[in-house]
């Protein structure tokens, strides 16, 4: 589906006589795939796996839109954190009871995004003056191994930690969305910061605080 919506909006912009000048386009940093401890940054070639083979062709369909004179800056996003929805919407109910605990071995590294910094970073590519980086990787600038994170978020929530959950059972609990939590992906925003993109929250401990502090109760 990201695909084919992605190469209509190509065609239709090659059938409208009025073009927009840039085109910025959402990927994931399931681009890079399963990379262990290596650090990972825009240049960083592409890994295996259904998801980066989704990534690399939902890339390819944006860059179609090249050929028509239209920028197009692709957005490698990582795990967004926000209350609502994604991975933390999942694990702030246990968390907040004092049982949660790592996923997986906790090894594997989580590059991750505040929402509000996201948005930010979407709507200054789609809008700064001079042409964006033609790749950006929507992280902050503080990838944590897994371990780290459930630490840091018990920490925001005035709580201990409980007995990790196996990677089959979260596997098992969550499908296809599990990759996203157990594969290791240490991601970095260097493209981003050389161009002067807005990422407000850097650090791990004070995203965490800004979302889900002041809600302990």
């Not at 590519?125 to 790749?135: G, I, L």
């Not at 939590?181 to 995203?207: F, N, Q, V, W």
């Amino acid at each position: 589906s990201r695909v084919k919506f992605t190469s209509l909006l190509v065609r239709a912009m090659a059938e409208t006589p009025t073009r927009p000048r840039r085109l910025v386009s959402a990927s994931a940093i399931g681009f890079y795939g399963d990379r262990g401890d290596e650090v990972l940054s825009e240049p960083s070639g592409p890994g295996s796996g259904f998801l980066s083979e989704v990534c690399q062709a939902w890339e390819t369909s944006a860059l179609e839109a090249e050929p028509l004179g239209v920028e197009v800056t692709r957005i490698r996003i990582g795990i967004v954190l926000g209350p609502e929805g994604g991975a933390l919407a999942r694990m702030l109910p246990l968390y907040r009871k004092g049982l949660g605990g790592r996923l997986g071995s906790g090894r594997q590294w989580w590059s991750w995004i505040h929402r509000d910094d996201l948005v930010a970073l979407l709507a200054w590519a789609a809008t700064v003056e001079a042409a964006p980086p033609p790749v950006m990787n929507a992280v902050a600038p503080d990838p944590r191994p897994q371990a780290e994170f459930s630490r840091a978020l018990a920490s925001a929530l005035g709580r201990g930690l409980f007995l990790p959950a196996p990677a089959f059972a979260i596997r098992a609990a969550l499908g296809g969305f599990s990759e996203e939590l157990l594969t290791s992906k240490r991601c970095l925003p260097d493209a981003a910061l050389a161009a002067g993109a807005p990422i407000l929250h850097g650090r791990l401990e004070e995203a965490l605080a800004d979302l889900v502090g002041a809600r302990t109760s």
